[in-house]
Structures are given as structure tokens and as C-alpha cells.
Nanobody, 122 residues
Framework: QVRLVESGGGSVQAGTSLRLSCAAS????????LGWFRQAPGKAREFLGA????????TYSDSVKGRFTISRGDAKNSVDLQMNTLKPEDTAVYYC???????????????WGQGAQVTVSS
């Protein structure tokens, strides 16, 4: 079993920044990646991007590229999601996920965290 724990969510004002973190444990991650998704009320879960643990390579959805950045966290099997210039439409539950990097990119990972609420007010 892989356990994923998100942290760093909260309420912020539009135009500011927020950083989420995800820590993974319980399994060997040599061939895995860690990714981020979000789900707003009444909408489908949306892929944001992913990082390959072996070399730190990343890929992003076009909808957030240039504004959101995924990077290695300080812990061995962890990633951060840096969100800049936040907008009210970014309000959602943000989920960390783990699987083979290619599976993450295709949007169907096996393991999920419980999610972190991010609320952006105008």
C-alpha cells in the first residue's frame, strides 16, 4: 500500500501564491511519479501535472503551465505544487496521486491522497 498525504491547503486572496506538498510512503518508487489533480464542485477531476521521481522530469496541463510549478520536495519521495497568481476559479480540492509516470500522465493513477482544500477569494 502507498500512503499519500497532502499539506499546505487553506484560504487565500486572489493574486497571491500558495504551495502544497505531498509526501509518499509505503512502497518502492523507483519507476513511479507523483502528480497533482484538482476537482472543483460539480466538475470532473482535472489533471494538473506530474513529476518523474527518477530524474525530476515534469509535464503539465496546458491550462496551468507557466503559472503552476511541480518540483521535488525536501523529503525523498515528496513533491511540491507551487501555485502563483491564484484566481477564484482555482478553488478546488487538490489531490496528490502516485503511479508509473506514464499512467499519471494518462490520468488514471492507482493511489490517491485524501485531498487538500484550496479556497481563493476575490
Amino acid at each position: 500500500q502507498v500512503r499519500l498525504v497532502e499539506s499546505g491547503g487553506g484560504s487565500v486572496q486572489a493574486g497571491t501564491s500558495l504551495r502544497l506538498s505531498c509526501a509518499a510512503s509505503g512502497r518502492t518508487f523507483t519507476s513511479y511519479g507523483l502528480g497533482w489533480f484538482r476537482q472543483a464542485p460539480g466538475k470532473a477531476r482535472e489533471f494538473l501535472g506530474a513529476l518523474r521521481l527518477s530524474d525530476g522530469g515534469t509535464t503539465y496541463s496546458d491550462s496551468v503551465k507557466g503559472r503552476f510549478t511541480i518540483s521535488r520536495g525536501d523529503a525523498k519521495n515528496s513533491v511540491d505544487l507551487q501555485m502563483n497568481t491564484l484566481k477564484p476559479e482555482d478553488t478546488a480540492v487538490y489531490y496528490c496521486a502516485a503511479d508509473l509516470f506514464g499512467v499519471l500522465v494518462r490520468g488514471r493513477p492507482t493511489y490517491w491522497g485524501q485531498g487538500a482544500q484550496v479556497t481563493v477569494s476575490s
